[in-house]
């Protein structure tokens, strides 16, 4: 079963306007983290931002910010004031608790390519 | 502090041959893994190595693909004999402990298109 759920392959937003990107996830462990990464054109994958299961508040660095919905299993990446350089694919992925064989590894979803029109 | 690096970057090889990609961690990182994406679709874990052994290889496709991480340091990811729907975009990441709250770095990825 799929463990992450990234349901727009694509996704446009005006520059300087906010935009959310959705990503569902799928887990029995208590303890997990969420991670979303950014894949510009250029290949490299970016680490933007983490959220913890056990987090209480929002996790935020500078313009992107995680909205966390832990009983809908939720956590959707907002980009605010979106630029030019935001356009890439963007990836959310999973990492459940340590101490199973599955525990250490990222789990992906399909992401989803933003484009920031001028 | 110099980033996970991997070489080469692009490979371009015709079936039936082989292909050895190197991933060097950050320094100190004992715990390395390989990803892949294949186009259109999504990442997908190949093996985790914790120093010089092997973690977990359940993500490895099948036995044409050898990992190796000699004395934990750099590892490399031997294709014998390439497919063609072994194309695609190798990730290396590593990482200073499995903890789940812990960040993975990335190497910027080896794109091999097999012919």
């Given at each position: 079963a799929q463990k992450?759920?990234?349901?727009?392959?694509?996704?446009?937003?005006?520059?300087?306007?906010?935009?959310?990107l959705?990503?569902t996830?799928?887990?029995?462990?208590q303890?997990y983290g969420l991670?979303?990464y950014k894949?510009p054109?250029?290949?490299?994958?970016?680490?933007?931002?983490?959220?913890g299961?056990?987090?209480?508040?929002?996790?935020?660095?500078?313009?992107?910010?995680?909205?966390?919905?832990k009983?809908?299993k939720?956590?959707n990446l907002v980009?605010?004031?979106?630029q030019l350089?935001?356009?890439?694919?963007y990836?959310?992925?999973m990492?459940?608790?340590?101490?199973?064989?599955?525990?250490?590894r990222?789990?992906?979803?399909e992401?989803?390519?933003?484009?920031?029109n001028? | 502090?110099a980033?996970?690096t991997?070489?080469?970057s692009?490979?371009?090889?015709?079936?039936?041959q082989t292909?050895?990609?190197?991933?060097?961690?950050?320094?100190?990182h004992?715990?390395?893994?390989?990803?892949?994406?294949?186009m259109?679709?999504e990442?997908?874990?190949?093996l985790?190595f914790?120093?010089?052994?092997?973690?977990?290889?359940?993500?490895?496709?099948?036995?044409r693909f050898l990992?190796?991480?000699?004395?934990g340091?750099?590892s490399?990811?031997k294709?014998?004999?390439?497919?063609l729907e072994?194309s695609?975009?190798?990730?290396?990441?590593?990482?200073?402990?499995?903890d789940?709250?812990?960040?993975q770095?990335?190497?910027?990825?080896?794109?091999l298109?097999v012919?």
């Amino acid at each position: 079963a799929q463990k992450i759920t990234q349901t727009q392959p694509g996704m446009f937003v005006q520059e300087k306007e906010a935009v959310t990107l959705d990503c569902t996830y799928d887990t029995s462990d208590q303890s997990y983290g969420l991670f979303w990464y950014k894949q510009p054109s250029s290949g490299e994958m970016i680490f933007l931002i983490y959220q913890g299961s056990y987090d209480e508040q929002n996790a935020t660095e500078g313009r992107y910010s995680l909205n966390f919905q832990k009983a809908r299993k939720s956590a959707n990446l907002v980009i605010s004031a979106s630029q030019l350089g935001d356009s890439a694919m963007y990836f959310c992925a999973m990492r459940e608790g340590r101490g199973e064989t599955s525990g250490s590894r990222l789990t992906f979803g399909e992401g989803t390519q933003l484009t920031v029109n001028p | 502090e110099a980033g996970v690096t991997q070489f080469p970057s692009h490979s371009v090889i015709e079936k039936g041959q082989t292909v050895t990609l190197r991933c060097d961690p950050i320094s100190g990182h004992d715990n390395l893994y390989w990803y892949r994406r294949v186009m259109g679709k999504e990442i997908k874990f190949l093996l985790h190595f914790v120093k010089e052994s092997k973690q977990d290889e359940s993500g490895m496709p099948n036995n044409r693909f050898l990992a190796e991480r000699t004395g934990g340091t750099y590892s490399t990811l031997k294709v014998q004999p390439a497919e063609l729907e072994d194309s695609g975009v190798y990730f290396c990441a590593s990482s200073t402990n499995e903890d789940y709250y812990n960040e993975q770095f990335f190497g910027p990825g080896t794109r091999l298109t097999v012919l």
